[in-house]
């Protein structure tokens, strides 16, 4: 980046904050060892307190009250840290309103990520193919809850299987159908309230459970 170009950008950041007339760039030490600590500081905060905040919005959209509530204490409490050491040292130090920035963006797309990850919720599966029967016999031998309704498509007669899951078993339900019916077509909704938790895959004992469940 071009020195005019990073001095407007770090002027520009500096002004999101609030900071009037920061100091000419040229006459402060910007990239000291102490800065660029404490921008890193400030970047890895940044990163943490806004993943946790994408996790709450999706927590408190998704109804998990108590996961919400411990989310916003921890994420306001880090942005209230952060935020009380940038604002009194961006003006000395305008790079650290870049540093902020950065952990911003990152803290999105980090969170994103995260949120995928942990697949929280449930998932409506409308499955639609000509091997209805047997799809819907292999999801029921892996004690998932299963629908059936008949219909009508541009080739023929099709049968619509609906299933409701939770979000990390659906790569590998879609996974399955793909070898019991690779020609089916399906389709996803996120499912808001479900008023009985579906079972899902059959999971057997492993470990010390599965020494227990001898005994």
Do not use: C
């Not at 950065?102 to 499955?127: D, K, M, Q």
């Not at 089916?184 to 010390?208: D, I, L, N």
Request: charged fraction near 20%; avoid cysteine; aromatic fraction near 8%.
């Amino acid at each position: 980046m071009r020195p005019d170009a990073l001095r407007l950008t770090l002027l520009a950041a500096a002004a999101m904050l609030g900071v009037h007339e920061p100091q000419i760039l040229e006459d402060i030490p910007m990239f000291t060892a102490a800065t660029i600590i404490t921008g890193i500081i400030i970047f890895a905060a940044r990163v943490i307190d806004v993943s946790l905040g994408t996790l709450r919005t999706i927590s408190t959209v998704q109804g998990r009250t108590r996961a919400a509530f411990i989310l916003g204490f921890i994420e306001i409490s880090m942005w209230l840290a952060v935020i009380t050491t940038i604002v009194s040292d961006v003006a000395e130090r305008p790079v650290l309103g870049l540093f902020y920035a950065l952990g911003f963006s990152t803290g999105n797309v980090v969170g994103i990520l995260l949120e995928r990850r942990l697949a929280f919720g449930h998932v409506l599966l409308r499955i639609f193919t000509v091997k209805g029967e047997l799809v819907a016999r292999v999801l029921r031998k892996r004690r998932y809850g299963v629908t059936t309704f008949e219909g009508a498509g541009k080739e023929g007669p099709v049968t619509e299987v609906l299933v409701i899951m939770k979000r990390r078993d659906l790569p590998s339900v879609i996974s399955l159908i793909g070898h019991v019916a690779p020609r089916a077509f399906y389709v996803t909704h996120a499912a808001g309230e479900v008023s009985r938790a579906p079972t899902g895959a059959m999971r057997y004992p492993t470990g010390w459970r599965a020494v227990l469940k001898r005994k």
